[in-house]
C-alpha cells in the first residue's frame, strides 16, 4: 500500500501562524537564546498524513504482541530521500531509554544497518545497542542468545531496524536463511520488528513464507506529489507546518504557490533535500537577525544543497554565497 499525503491546507494568514507559535513556544522567540533556537531548529520534524498512519500502526502492534501468539512486523520501503529515516528515528526519540529499580529499559530500539552487513553483524550491532556486556564477542548461536536474552530483559516492544537493504548473503548464508535468522529472532523474543529501507529490501521478505507471514503491512513511502491540486494541497500544507515550527516570530511564506512550487521543482518532493534547504535558509536568517526566513535565505539555502533538478539560475533570486560542490 503506498501512502499519499494529506490533502487539507491551512490558513497561511500571518496572525494564524504567529498564534501558533505563541502558543506552542510560550515566549518570544527574539527572547530566547541562539543556542535554543539552532536547538530547535536541529528537532523540527512535521508529521505527515503517512507518517502518522505508520506511527499509529508501530503503536498498534506494540500493543498487541502480548495479546498474539506471535509478532507482526512491518516493512517499509522507498526511495531515498522520502524520510524514512527520519521518521525512525523521530520515533525512537519519542520513546527513550529509562533506568527501573536500577534496571535499563528500552521500549523502542532503532539500529541503521550499515552497508553490507552480514546476520553476525546484525546480531552485534543489535547487542551494542542493547549494551550487552558481552560486546558482541561469541559466535552466532551465542549472539543469537544474547539478543533474544536482552530483548526480553530490557522489555523490548518494537525494534526499528533502518537500511535493511544493507543485509547481504556470505558464504552458505542464503537470503533464505537470513529471513529465517530474522524471523527466529522475532518470534522468541516475540518482538515486531519494523524494517524499512529501498525497495530492494523486501527481497529478504519475500525469500521466506513464515518470514513473510509475520510480516502482513508492507508500505511504500513516496516524495510528495505536484501533479494533482491534492498533492499540491498537502505539499503546501506541509511547507505551512514547517514555516509555524521555525524558531522565528515573523512568517516565511514560502507556502505560497510560487515558491511552493519552485520549492518541490529543485527538491523533487524528496523530504531530505527539502528540509536541508529549508534549515539552510533558516540558519541563514537568524545569522542576519531576521525576523522571519526571506527570499534571500532561501536563495542562499537553495546553494547549500545538491537539488534534485537543479535549476539554471536560483529560483528564488540572487545571493552572495557559493553553491557547494
Known sequence: MTFMPSSALPSSNSSHHAATRNLVHGTSWAETTMAARRRALQDLFVQRAPTMALAELIDKVRADRDALSEPTCILITGDTGVGK?????????????????GCLVQPVIYEELQSETTILGAAKALLYRLEDPSCGKGGLADLTYRVHHQLGAQRVEVVLLDEFQHIVETGEITVNKVADWFKQVAKAANVPFVMAGMPTAARVIQSHEQFAGITPYRYTLDQFDYESQKGR????????????????????????????????????????PLMRLIKQAALHALDRGSTNVGPIDLAYGYDQIEPTHPAADNPFGPTSSARVA
Open 85 to 101: 529515516s527520519t521518521f525512525l528515528r523521530h520515533y525512537a526519540a519519542q520513546h527513550p531509554p529509562r533506568r527501573d529499580a
Open 233 to 272: 494541497n498537502a505539499f503546501r500544507e506541509f511547507l505551512a507546518l514547517v514555516d509555524a515550527k521555525l524558531p522565528f516570530d515573523g512568517v516565511a511564506r514560502f507556502a505560497n504557490k510560487e515558491d511552493a512550487r519552485a520549492l518541490f521543482d529543485v527538491t523533487g518532493g524528496r523530504l531530505r
